[in-house]
């Protein structure tokens, strides 16, 4: 076949590989994969130039590539509004994110001003804001309540047998679990950074994530209504516990206090409606009304000055230590029980990170690297986990405010933390009355942008089953078997439909477009005509050992020769042919003997003398005959046509006289007359008897070769090639070269060329190299 051939609507560029094809592909690239020694290959890679040496530490640090570029005159202003901007959004966030960790609210605070100052020096995504986030903060609640119950700190009060809980030493131990899960956390990112693991995060596809965060929010929600509602529930973990916390929640709603209820439906109706406002008139404004600080602010005044805590026991965040706490090391024994919860942290993190990343930097022209995304990531987990953080990813709010803003870089993040950072040296204890129903009201309408997530449903349904299969069993999966298990449950789903999906590919057979070069498939494409002889197989995946007899068996199907069959009637023909030869092998044996035997006397008078004769010399003797009798080769009588075939030696058994029609017996061997066997004519059975006179291509000729299915007349079939097309294979094991192999003997067989075409250069090297093993195992 030619080049230039055209699949699937797109024009293939690459040769269809024959046999000699295939072996002189295999021959170049073999040449083209020499290396170097592996001494010399290991002294390059090890070797330290200047450039190599600049590459590696930008690559390490990749504020050392733009902070030298920065520009104070066209990027300072939008990146300083930007960052206060983004610093406001922090503090009512910080300390309502840390209610969903179960931590006291300072901590919060504390995990937005690290973790940016150390992605600022190693992220290189420049619009993100790394800090407190909903999916994260739940998640870290969920550890933090399982290890550290309120029941494992209770206390009796003095001069009674009631008990309450410790909440200082319940607090204290709650920040040592957090701070271990997020160092362990980290750890786990800088590791898969360093590996270049960083397309892990390709295995959570836009509709796992989504939908796992749209479960996550119901996770907070309930997190937080206890608050809204200023009852007190308990927090369960484990498999159903969503459930358990459901059945709580309502069996304690009898229980609710009405002046936090006044509360938090106050708050909410007010950030409800302030951020539509604020979203009417943005686009009129230099930078977005901060309604969160608004909001605390206001009802930090309000409860001062009614004191809400005192008169009407409203719970408020309480004090607010001010500066910053020394680093220490948590209780290294933890690191065990919270391994798990720490790789699904890292996981979550880093997908919903780089996916708001690639976002940003698709948008304004720039690169994010995943695998330094991953160490960045691990690297400020890691670190604030020392400063006493939790675990932190980009969020989406604060990530939108930095860019609508104007936010050009990372300088950005720094104005936030620096806000931050007054916040906690010196207005902290300004937020101590700070009702926490104020904070869970917050939580809840930040939570409104997940919940629309549900629309995705209705996409999903127009667009592709499957992803909405993925949407919905991880939805139901975070529900019911809590973020841990329930990210691990989806991830598996996910990949068990990608192995379906390519275990069960589209075949078909392509037909040519007539006018053009293009070869589409005929079962969808009507205009499609079939190229004559030639049948141009395709599958929509890759061959590999889930799919190989898969390929095998379509193969068949699409081609229209029951091979199978054909095969075994050839089989039969063979066995029955052998069967044949050995019949008559055992009567020329005897024969033999008893000629051997009649050898030993010498001839009595009238008895005829038996002459052996090769195939030529019985042909010439032959000729000799006729032109003794005046006969011509073009009589009625055809002359012999002979067989250069030393197997078969001729003799008569009786005298030949004019116009006597001769018996004749041949032997089967080698050239010589004692080792060979002896049959008759008259022996022959099915339609097997001929005579000297008969053609080359008589039955006799048929029984000494090897069967054709083709001379057997049972089927007939037009194709006579069949071209694989191998465009979508990007790999090849084992299992699918032997179908290769298979296929080229199968078809070979019935005397069908199969052509192997589309290779992928590098990525089918295998696939070449094997092609010609299995073509010389054919041969």
């Known amino acids: ?47 330290c130039t200047v450039p190599r040496l600049k590459r590696t530490v ?32 922090h503090l009512p966030q910080g300390m309502a994110y840390a209610l969903l960790a179960s931590l006291p609210p300072v901590f919060g605070l504390y995990t937005s001003f690290y973790p940016a100052l150390v992605y600022f020096f190693f992220g290189t995504s420049r619009h993100i804001s790394i800090g407190t986030f909903a999916v994260l903060s739940i998640m870290v609640g969920s550890v933090t309540e399982r290890l550290a119950p309120d029941n494992d700190f209770l206390i009796m009060i003095n001069g009674t047998n009631s008990t309450e809980v410790d909440i200082a030493s319940r607090d204290s131990y709650r920040v040592q679990v957090a701070a271990a899960t997020s160092i362990l956390a980290g750890m786990i990112q800088v590791v898969l950074g360093l590996v270049r693991f960083g397309f892990v995060g390709t295995y959570l596809s836009e509709p796992l994530v989504r939908a796992y965060t749209t ?34 929640v309502c069996s304690k709603l009898p229980q609710t206090h009405l002046p936090t209820l006044v509360v938090s439906a106050v708050s909410i109706g007010f950030l409800i409606a302030a951020k539509q406002i604020n979203s009417a008139i943005s686009a009129k404004l230099p930078v977005p009304i901060p309604v969160e600080l608004i909001t605390i602010v206001s009802a930090t005044v309000i409860s001062f000055y009614i004191k809400l805590n005192g008169i009407y026991t409203i719970k408020v965040v309480g ?60 690297l400020s987990n890691a670190v604030g986990g020392l400063f006493q953080c939790y675990a932190v990813c980009s969020s989406m709010s ?17 104005a936030s933390a620096v806000i931050v950072l007054v916040t906690v040296l010196k207005l902290g204890p300004l937020f101590q009355e700070l009702p926490k129903a104020v904070l869970a009201a917050i939580i809840f309408v930040n939570l409104k942008s997940m919940f629309k997530q549900y629309y995705d449903i209705i996409t999903l349904w127009r667009s592709s089953k499957v992803d909405l299969m993925v949407w919905f069993v991880t939805w139901v999966s975070t529900l019911l078997l809590n973020l841990d298990l329930g990210l691990g449950a989806s991830i598996i789903f996910a990949v068990l439909t990608v192995i379906f999906r390519t275990q069960l590919p589209r075949y078909s057979v392509l037909g040519h477009v007539p006018g053009t070069e293009l070869y589409l498939d005929m079962e969808t494409h009507r205009e499609v005509r079939e190229v004559p002889g030639i049948t141009i197989f395709h599958s929509s995946a890759t061959v590999y050992f889930a799919n190989a007899d898969l390929y095998l068996e379509a193969l068949k199907e699409k081609s229209g020769l029951d091979i199978s069959k054909m095969i075994i009637y050839k089989r039969r023909q063979e066995a029955k042919q052998r069967r ?40 010439r003797w032959n000729e000799q005959g006729r032109r003794d009798q005046g006969e011509s080769p073009g009589d009625d009588q055809p002359g012999w046509c002979g067989r250069e075939n030393g197997t078969v030696f001729v003799m008569p058994m009786t005298p030949r006289a004019s116009g006597d029609q001769c018996s004749w017996e041949y032997l089967k061997g080698g050239g010589d007359p004692d080792s060979a ?34 001379s057997l007349g049972k089927w007939t079939w037009d194709i006579h090639s ?39 250069g590098s990525p089918c090297g295998g696939a070449i190299r094997a092609g010609r093993l299995l073509l010389r195992d054919h041969h």
């Open 1 to 47: 076949m030619g080049a230039g051939r055209r699949a699937m609507g797109y024009r293939v560029e690459r040769d269809v590989l024959d046999e000699q094809g295939l072996e002189e592909l295999a021959r170049r690239m073999d040449y083209s994969d020499t290396h170097l020694p592996l001494n010399e290959r290991l002294k390059e890679s090890f070797r």
């Open 58 to 89: 930008v690559g390490c640090l990749p504020v050392l590539y733009w902070l030298p570029r920065y520009s104070i005159w066209d990027y300072g202003m939008p990146d300083l509004i930007a960052g206060i901007s983004v610093g406001i959004m």
């Open 215 to 248: 479960a996550a929010a119901a996770h907070a929600v309930l997190a937080v209504v206890a608050q809204l509602f200023g009852v007190s529930i308990t927090r369960f973990s484990g498999p159903l516990s969503l459930v358990y916390t459901l059945v709580e």
């Open 319 to 378: 004090e607010i230590p001010s500066g910053l706490a020394a680093p220490r090391l948590p209780d290294t024994n933890l690191f065990r029980e919270v391994i798990g919860d720490a790789f699904a942290l890292a996981i979550v993190g880093y997908a919903i990170s780089i996916s708001l990343g690639k976002t940003f930097a698709l948008k304004h022209g720039y690169k994010v690297d995943s695998n330094q995304e991953l160490v960045a990531l691990g």
């Open 398 to 414: 604060r990530s939108l405010i930095q860019e609508t803003t104007g936010g050009k870089t990372q300088m950005a993040g720094i």
């Open 580 to 619: 044949r030869e050995k019949r008559a092998e055992r009567r020329a044996k005897r024969r033999a003997k008893r000629e051997a035997t009649s050898q030993r006397r010498p001839p009595k008078a009238g008895e005829p003398i038996t002459a052996v004769f090769s195939v030529e010399e019985a042909g």
């Open 677 to 710: 066997t002896l049959g008759t004519v008259s022996e022959l059975q099915d339609g097997d008897t001929t005579t000297l006179g008969s053609s080359s291509e008589d039955t006799l000729s048929r029984d000494l070769d090897k069967v054709s299915l083709g």
């Open 722 to 760: 069949i071209i694989l097309d191998l465009s979508t294979a990007n790999f090849i094991d084992t299992v699918a070269i032997k179908t290769m192999k298979n296929i080229f003997h199968d078809f070979g067989e019935i005397d069908v060329t199969v052509y192997m075409a589309g290779c992928q």
